[in-house]
Every structure is written in C-alpha cells, then in structure tokens.
C-alpha cells in the first residue's frame, strides 16, 4: 500500500512540474513613462529684432490745423524684452515690455495748407527713433508650442524736420516759425504671434505688432520681429 502511495505521490510531483515548465514566462511589469509638460510660467528676458513700415502724416504732429501730408517710413529694428506670464491648463497669460530702436525713415514733397490757406511747398523728412509697449498677453499652449494675441499702449520717439520754412507757428504757444519737431508720441499696439519652446528655458517667437500713436493714429506702424526668450522659473 505504501509503495502505491509513494508512486502516485512521485508522478503528481512530476506532473505539476511539466505542466509549470509548459507555462509562458511571466514579463515583470514596466510602469508606462509619463511625458514632461512644457512649462511657461515664469519670468523671461529676451532680445529682438525685425522690420517696420507704415505711414505717417507728419504735419499732425505739429498741428491738427494743417491739412493732412502724409508718406511711407520704413527701416530695421532691434531691441530688448521683459516679461512675466503664469499657465493654467492651456491657457498662458502675462504681460510684457520691449524697447526697440529703429531705423525707419521716410520723406515726402507738396503743398503746405493750413485752416485752407496754402503756405507753401515744402519737402518733409522724418525717422521714427524708439519704439516702446508695454502689453498685455493671452494664449494658448499646446505643449511647447504657443500661440498668443497682445494688445497695450505705445510710446514712439519721432523728429520731422522741413528742407524749407514755410513760416508756421510751432504747436507750442508761441508764435515762432519752426521748421523741425522732436516729440514723445503716446499710443495703441495689438498683434499677435507665435512662440516655441526650444528648451525648457529657451523659446523662439514670430510676431506682428501694429502701433498706433500720435493725435489721431498721426503714426501707424507695422513691426514683423522676431526674437529670443530666456525664461527663468517655472
């Protein structure tokens, strides 16, 4: 009796071992990686660069009494950036101030009409010399990739200056003739743009600027930059 207990004892043992040796090998287990999310918040310096043209009725900005005189500036640009912005799910928000110094320059030639009286005919020059904003932004993440509206306030440094005196009275109070005027022109600006994340703290952008300053938009502008952002944070 012991001897068929022994045997049916040795045969369950082999048994299960056959059936365990037929069992595919268990793989261990891998947790599935999870993707970093890019990062915008944080605050950033940058640096850029680009080209402006637009129009200008220079007569503006010594009077609104003149009748409108106006032609084509255009020239580069360059200049620095400071901004902080914060993300929350896709939505990026922040604002943001640049200082460019252009090279826009643009002249004209006609008739010099002041309250319908014609003065004169005079050849009128002008550069547009600083560019500054100070704007609001709002976009959308996807991941690295950022799309973004800005809108703001200007500020343009502009000097016209006449080849002839025609003899108007500068817009000052007085009555001295003047043939060239240097001034601080406050405005609008609004655009739009584009911004990818190169690293987590560097970033690549493509923008458009329109600036409007001056009585009456005297000086509308268009800025195609692009530029550079280091971000710091995050």
């Not at 599935?32 to 200008?56: C, D, H, R, S």
């Not at 255009?74 to 943001?96: D, N």
């Not at 020059?125 to 690295?144: E, F, H, M, P």
């Not at 743009?193 to 690549?204: D, K, R």
Request: net charge neutral.
């Amino acid at each position: 009796m012991k001897k068929h207990i022994v045997a049916a004892a040795v045969l369950a043992i082999t048994s299960t071992g056959a059936f365990a040796a037929d069992l595919p090998m268990q793989t261990p287990y891998k947790s599935t990686p999870v993707m970093a999310v890019y990062n915008w918040t944080g605050i950033y310096l940058g640096v850029n660069g680009g080209y402006a043209t637009g129009k200008q009725n220079p007569l503006g900005l010594f009077s609104s009494d003149f009748a409108q005189f106006d032609y084509t500036l255009s020239g580069g640009m360059f200049g620095g950036t400071l901004g902080a912005q914060i993300q929350s799910g896709h939505v990026v928000m922040g604002i943001e101030g640049d200082i460019d110094w252009t090279s826009m320059t643009g002249s004209g030639t006609g008739p010099v009409t002041k309250l319908g009286v014609l003065l004169g005919t005079a050849t009128v020059s002008s550069k547009v010399s600083v560019i500054d904003t100070l704007r609001t932004r709002v976009g959308y993440a996807w991941d690295n990739l950022l799309f973004y509206g800005t809108f703001g306030l200007a500020l343009t440094n502009d000097v016209s200056n006449f080849a002839q005196t025609v003899g108007f009275a500068c817009n000052n109070g007085t009555t001295v003739a003047c043939s060239s005027l240097t001034s601080w022109h406050a405005g609008l600006a609004a655009g739009g743009g584009l911004e990818y994340g190169i690293t987590p703290n560097l970033s690549a952008k493509l923008e458009y600027i329109w600036v409007g300053a001056g009585s009456l938009n005297t000086l509308r502008e268009n800025m195609f930059r692009t530029g550079l952002n280091w971000r710091f944070g995050g």
